[in-house]
């Protein structure tokens, strides 16, 4: 069965800062990761994804998440947060051998303090 | 219009209305998915249609019915609903071919059960 975790439900962080959302997974396969935004009142918006090979993700605005197997996880980051990053984000996980459907974790909301 | 749209983008209802929501996606994927959306509980999975056939009902009550017409257009309807089927349903689409291509998702409808 797949199941994704984010272990913190809000991220306080100052303008300028660097940010780290974290993410962990389990499958019985190989993960296919996902990570999504959502503004209020908004849908989910998609941010970047990890299919295969190199490590390090880049995505939108910026953002960038980092493939660990080992540690079955993958972290949202960013080098320098801006107040207009805070929104709610979401971790998803899809078994890429038993393609099954997406799973998404509870969301951790992150606030960036001017 | 690009994209996910979904319509209404509120809708207040009685216990005893029949309503319905509605989604379009011009992206010409193949699936199609609603999910609810309540407050501090993760994303659940409702509906999934493929190549406009129902692969999946996550053990939703009747009161839900979906309909998948095409491949771009798919409704939720709803009858007798419950106060706590308050929520924000999110409509998504996926082109299937690939297991690590992303979901789009709409921008939701605000669903409020009086």
């Known amino acids: 069965a797949q199941s994704v975790a984010q272990p913190e439900d809000q991220v306080n962080v100052a303008e300028g800062n660097p940010l780290t959302v974290k993410c962990t997974y389990s499958v019985s396969g190989n993960p296919y990761l996902f990570w999504y935004v959502q503004y209020p009142n908004r849908g989910l918006q998609f941010l970047l994804k990890y299919i295969t090979g190199d490590n390090l993700v880049k995505g939108s605005y910026g953002f960038e998440a980092e493939f660990n197997k080992s540690q079955t996880s993958f972290h949202l980051k960013k080098p320098s947060a801006l107040v207009s990053d805070s929104a709610l984000y979401f971790c998803a996980v899809r078994d890429g051998d038993y393609g099954q459907n997406f799973v998404f974790g509870p969301g951790t909301r992150l606030s960036v303090l001017p | 219009e690009t994209g996910v749209t979904q319509t209404p983008r509120h809708l207040v209802m009685g216990m005893t209305n029949k309503k319905s929501l509605k989604c379009e996606q011009h992206l010409g994927h193949n699936a199609m998915y609603w999910y609810k959306q309540s407050a501090k509980k993760p994303l659940e999975l409702m509906f999934v249609?493929?190549?406009?056939?129902?692969?999946e009902n996550n053990s939703v009550p009747s009161r839900f019915s979906p309909e998948c017409p095409n491949s771009s257009h798919l409704f939720l309807h709803l009858h007798t609903l419950q106060p706590e089927d308050s929520a924000l349903y999110l409509c998504?689409?996926?082109?299937?071919?690939?297991?690590?291509?992303?979901?789009?998702f709409g921008p939701g409808t605000r669903l409020t059960v009086l």
């Open positions: 998504a689409s996926s082109q299937l071919e690939e297991a690590y291509n992303e979901q789009f």
């Open positions: 249609y493929s190549l406009e056939e129902r692969v």
